[in-house]
């Protein structure tokens, strides 16, 4: 593996553990790498940032376009995506973005639309089939997978991943149709989640 691939590797696995903040000798280390090669490839923490962002919503893309090609069944689908999103450990990195670094920036644009886009398909395909409740929407699921993927602050307490899974499990169960109870509210969009931030 080529050395910036291994040090985003190590980073995103230590800003799930212990948040943005980890020391880059501890990337390093992690990576199997010294300091001035951390340190020739991303000379400051919001490139490094960066990279770590992109990679992961990269392959979050690339599992949702991957589970709509490959499962029949719509709902199928939705849940695919939803355990291998799960296993990216999303929701933990969502400290990382209110970071300092440019999520505007044109690559980070690019590969957010095209997630948006492919977690949207799948929503839009359970939809049309009947098998997601009309309630819904995907800001809901992403909101979920947010909150069910975080571990608790302040603790690197990774040990609570082995409950991520049976607890999306419930929590899918709720978004599908037929629906078992009235939501409050509306459906939450990929706009109103943005604005909120």
Known sequence: MRNRERIVTAA??????????????????????????????????????????LSVMSRTADLAQEAAREEPDTFGALRRFAHAAADERIGALCPVLSGAFDSDHPELHAERTRLDRAVQSLVDRAHAAGRLRPDVAVGDLLMGLSQLTRPLPGTACLSV??????????????LEAPARS????????????RASC
């Open 12 to 53: 995103r696995e230590m800003f799930v553990e212990f948040g943005p903040d980890v020391p880059f000798d501890e990337v390093a280390r992690r990576a199997g790498v010294g300091n001035a090669t951390l340190y020739r490839h991303f000379p400051d923490r919001p490139a490094l940032v960066h990279d770590v962002v």
């Open 161 to 174: 991943d082995r409950f991520a899974h049976r607890h999306l499990e419930l929590f899918l169960d709720g």
């Open 182 to 193: 009235e939501l409050p509210g509306t459906a939450a969009t990929l706009e109103d989640l």
